[in-house]
Nanobody, 115 residues
Framework: QVQLVESGGGLVQPGGSLTLSCAAS????????MGWFRQAPGKPRELVAL???????NYADWVKGRFTISRDNAKNTVYLQMNSLKPDDTAVYYC?????????WGQGTQVTVSS
């Protein structure tokens, strides 16, 4: 069992920045990838960014260089640095860990971009 604890969400003005953190604990060996997804009201959950065990990263097309995913293996933590935030970025952001036959989700953290 892998537990994912997210933090860093909150209210930010358009153009501002936030950094989300996701700390993994438990039986977290053999994780193939970790990523961030988000879900806005009335819309399906969508991929934001993904980082693999080999440090390859993938981003949604609409990120356009604004977001950066990274990890700290010593802390078992993955981060999402978000810059130039827009109101359309408002959503619940979820951390996901992928093992060979299991997927684990964090509880989600709310990001609200508004003036």
């Amino acid at each position: 069992q892998v537990q994912l604890v997210e933090s860093g969400g909150g209210l930010v003005q358009p153009g501002g920045s936030l950094t989300l953190s996701c700390a993994a604990s438990g039986s977290d060996s053999g994780i193939l990838s970790m990523g961030w997804f988000r879900q806005a009201p009335g819309k399906p959950r969508e991929l934001v960014a993904l980082i693999t065990a080999s440090d390859r990263t993938n981003y949604a097309d609409w990120v356009k260089g604004r977001f950066t995913i990274s990890r700290d293996n010593a802390k078992n933590t993955v981060y999402l640095q978000m810059n130039s935030l827009k109101p359309d970025d408002t959503a619940v952001y979820y951390c996901r860990a992928h093992q060979l036959f299991s997927v684990y989700w964090g509880q989600g953290t709310q990001v609200t971009v508004s003036s």
